[in-house]
């Protein structure tokens, strides 16, 4: 099975409105760590967002936030108010494990959001 | 340095040839990771370092595959014998309590 899952191959949103990619996951880990990277056409993965598995809250970072049902096993990335610079691929990855910094992320296989003016 | 640096920026191999891929990683920052990502997909791990020493090595497709860190800090990721299936982006990442910091990649193309 896969670990994580992006099941929007493509998206394409008018600008300014909100739009909500897709991550489900699956692990039987109690402890994991959930990320969400950019990756713009210079192919560098540029990092948004961090849920942890023991978080309380669900993680908000300016634009960004992070729709985390646990029980589901989703995790989907939020976009308010969407800006042209925001056109790239987005990926879903997934640590295992508590030490920090000391394990391997897992991505997904990627979202393609074109933001149309 | 700032970020993550990652040398060359692109680098055309004929088939057979033995390339060497090189990872500056941001100054202090213990562990150490490289990622292959083939087109239309996502980053897929090779191997990881903690200091010196490779401590995951379990994704390198194979025996060509080699990577070290002799002194805990730059890291060369050395493919031999290159293959077309070889042909991919080679990323690095460092990280230091939590965060990763990837660098721009290298784009391998094998002809």
């Known amino acids: 099975a896969q670990k994580i899952t992006q099941t929007q191959p493509g998206m394409f949103v008018q600008e300014k409105e909100a739009v909500t990619l897709d991550c489900t996951y699956d692990t039987s880990d109690p402890s994991y760590g959930l990320f969400w990277y950019k990756q713009p056409s210079s192919g560098e993965m540029i990092f948004l967002i961090y849920q942890g598995s023991y978080d309380q809250q669900n993680a908000t970072e300016g634009r960004y936030s992070l729709n985390f049902q646990k029980a589901r096993k989703s995790a989907n990335l939020v976009i308010s108010a969407s800006q042209l610079g925001d056109s790239a691929m987005y990926f879903c990855?997934?640590?295992?494990?508590?030490?920090?910094?000391?394990?391997?992320?897992?991505f997904g296989t990627g979202t393609r959001l074109t933001i149309i003016p | 340095g700032a970020g993550v640096s990652q040398s060359p920026r692109y680098k055309v191999a004929k088939r057979g040839q033995d390339v060497a891929l090189r990872c500056d990683p941001i100054?202090?920052?213990?562990?150490l990771f490289w990622y292959q990502q083939a087109l239309g997909q996502g980053p897929e791990f090779l191997t990881y370092?903690?200091?010196?020493?490779?401590?995951?090595k379990s994704g390198l497709p194979s025996d060509r595959f080699f990577a070290e860190r002799p002194e805990g800090s730059v890291s060369t990721l050395k493919i031999q014998r290159t293959q077309q299936e070889d042909s991919a982006v080679y990323l690095c990442?460092?990280?230091?309590?939590?965060?990763?910091?990837f660098g721009s990649g290298t784009r391998l193309t094998v002809v």
């Open positions: 990442a460092s990280s230091k309590e939590g965060g990763y910091t």
């Open positions: 990855a997934m640590r295992e494990g508590s030490n920090f910094g000391n394990e391997k992320l897992t």
């Open positions: 370092f903690q200091n010196e020493a490779q401590l995951d």
């Open positions: 100054s202090g920052h213990v562990s």
